[in-house]
């Protein structure tokens, strides 16, 4: 190991249900890690320490949770558990990362450095939002607007109701056939007259009867005091504007990695911005980093699979460690 006596063995950057998990393996191996958390902030969207389930109220679909668990208690408990084995916790974001010698050196929000032996990388993706006011306020306080249909789709509020899906995408049109299995209606709105998904996609959603495109249509405004109770369409050919009732409005326009802070790192990204990892494991193309969660996985997003990467990470980290030690 080229790592010095001040520097800590293994650093997690983020929070969330990976970074949590790392930590807590980590931890419990003795690592004794440093989880650097972020920092909350609200503009353009809400985006907050614990991820994307901090702006989920509800959790139904995570194992050992039969009567479902709001997204804020769950990562709650996983910081409660990681902190109870000994992590450590500063909120700082990490601002950039020098990985070309060991110790690596983060730099951190607050214009410190952290020296690490080991970095696991749990930032996660946000989700893309319309941007309306009223559409984040309704998605952060339960009132029926999501960003994710597999999530929160088959909770009681969203069944016999008509739904809307926002995008033309295959993520759309996964949604949409998500939640036709549970809604009354499923409104599929997208700004253009053809739509971008895949052609199998596209066959799957225009072929279901429970689906129902609105074409040339785009959101300007959620309409709803507590809950959601339709949404104002702007025709982008015509400019004219039509009123939607709907009781669930799913936002399916894609994601963002947080790797804006890994330019210049030389950690590999694909070409949506997720960090590339060595098959199943959680280990990137530099030695001695590894990446968990939604900031490495653009396909299946969902709490479950971010803690199983997470613990992935820890004991990968754990073995490097030991193959590299003095």
Known sequence: MSGDSSSERVVIIGSGPAGWTAAIYAARADLEPVCLIGVPRSNPA???????????????????????????????????????????????????????SRPFTLTTSEGDTVKADSVIIATGATANWIGLDNELRLATSGGGVSACAVCDGALPVFRDQPL????????????ASYLAKFGSKVYVIHRRDTLRASKAMQERVLSNDAIEMVWDSQVVDVIGETV?????????????????????????????????????????LDDAGYVVVDGGSSRTNIDGVFAAGDVADSIYRQAITAAGMGCKAALDAERWLSEHAD
């Open 228 to 268: 959601i109770e339709a949404v104002e369409l702007e025709n982008t050919k015509t400019g004219q504007r039509s009123r939607l009732d709907v009781r669930g409005l799913f936002v399916a326009i894609g994601h963002t990695p947080a790797t804006s802070f890994l330019e210049g790192s030389g950690v590999l």
């Open 164 to 175: 809307a899906v926002v995008g033309g995408g295959d993520s759309a049109m996964e949604e």
């Open 46 to 100: 809400p985006v907050l320490p614990g991820g994307q389930l901090m702006l989920t109220t509800e959790v139904e679909n995570y194992p050992g949770f039969p009567e479902g668990i709001s997204g804020p208690d769950m990562m709650q408990g996983f910081q409660q558990q990681a902190e109870r084995f000994g992590t450590r916790v500063r909120g700082v974001d990490v601002t950039a990362c020098d990985f070309s």
